[in-house]
């Protein structure tokens, strides 16, 4: 009984990275069309994260995570779609990453010191990434070294590709408590409605 409950867990395992995976690389291919008519329209990010960190409250249960939020109002002109895809895949890569017990931290709003830009970032306190491949981690199927979780090298990939339509910036440092990945996403001035 126990094999075979093993077997079904490892199944259950190779599917949903099987989903994943299928998941990302339609993205992919909706964010190469969108390329050639973007499209985008007045949203809250604040609301958006909400909405996207609720989808995440049951696997992080599950998984023995918890992810906080740090949102205030703000909008912004945007492909809510893909700042959607882009924030998934934030909190899909920080879910993975981060150990039980673990802790991550989406954040938004409008940066303090930089006339009103809008800011998107997520924390988390897992092992971090070593900042010498910091910049890599966004290129198409790389994948940090000495990492023991398996993963197709797309998520980040996205996330890049989306910040670049958007001419937003992005910044990486250290997360929580000295340890794990902070990923910033700075929008520019001219996508911002006050």
Do not use: W
Not at 77 to 92: A, P, Q, S, T, Y
Not at 140 to 163: E, W
Not at 176 to 183: M, V
């Amino acid at each position: 009984m126990e094999d075979k409950n093993a077997a079904l867990l490892k199944l259950l395992t190779v599917a949903k990275r099987s989903t994943r995976l299928s998941e990302q690389l339609l993205d992919l291919a909706r964010l190469n069309a969108a390329i050639k008519a973007p499209v985008r329209s007045k949203a809250d990010l604040s609301e958006l994260v909400q909405h996207v960190a609720q989808e995440f409250e049951i696997s992080a249960v599950q998984n023995q995570r918890s992810i906080f939020l740090d949102v205030h109002s703000c909008s912004m002109k945007c492909n809510v779609d893909e700042i959607g895809i882009l924030l998934r895949n934030l909190l899909d890569n920080a879910m993975r990453y981060t150990a039980e017990h673990g802790n991550i931290i989406v954040r938004c709003g409008y940066v303090s010191n930089d006339m009103g830009k809008v800011y998107l970032e997520v924390l988390d306190d897992g092992p971090g990434v070593d900042p010498a491949e910091q910049r890599a981690i966004f290129e198409r199927f790389y994948r940090a070294r000495q990492t023991p979780i398996r993963g197709s090298g797309i998520g980040l990939s996205l996330v890049a590709g989306i910040a670049e339509l958007h001419d937003a910036i992005i910044e990486t440092g250290t997360g929580l408590n000295d340890q794990g990945l902070k990923i910033r996403i700075v929008f520019p001035l001219s996508l911002i409605h006050i």
